[in-house]
Nanobody
Framework: QVQLQESGPGLVKPSQTLSLTCSVSGGSIRSVDYAWTWIRQSPGKGLEWMGAIYASGNTYYNPSLKSRASISRDTTNNQFSLQLLSVAPEDTAVYYC??????????????WGQGTQVTVPS
């Protein structure tokens, strides 16, 4: 019964920082079986993996976003967050947090948040 839910502002002005939080219930973000991941999807385009945080606290990022993206976690509240610096209209997308399995026995066990629309106006 793991559930993920994104929260944060739906409108971010150009050059400002996008901040989203993923609240997780029914599973621990300290689980070593999963990568706690942010992806996004813009209209007419496919999904873009942004980055992930692991139980160890280690983070990894899409090289195209590495200079701007940061993922952190709050283990007390079982949340992980995304910050994206200096946003531009190209960052307008639906943002999802997902629990992505990284072990063989969990390969089919993806969990998605419902997604949240973030708009960066021109």
């Amino acid at each position: 019964q793991v559930q993920l839910q994104e929260s944060g502002p739906g409108l971010v002005k150009p050059s400002q920082t996008l901040s989203l939080t993923c609240s997780v219930s029914g599973g621990s973000i300290r689980s070593v079986d999963y990568a706690w991941t942010w992806i996004r999807q813009s209209p007419g385009k496919g999904l873009e993996w942004m980055g992930a945080i692991y139980a160890s606290g280690n983070t990894y990022y899409n090289p195209s976003l590495k200079s701007r993206a940061s993922i952190s976690r709050d283990t007390t509240n079982n949340q992980f967050s995304l910050q994206l610096l200096s946003v531009a209209p190209e960052d307008t997308a639906v943002y999802y947090c997902i629990r992505r399995p990284i072990v063989f026995d969990r390969l089919g066990d993806y969990s998605w948040g419902q997604g949240t629309q973030v708009t960066v106006p021109s």
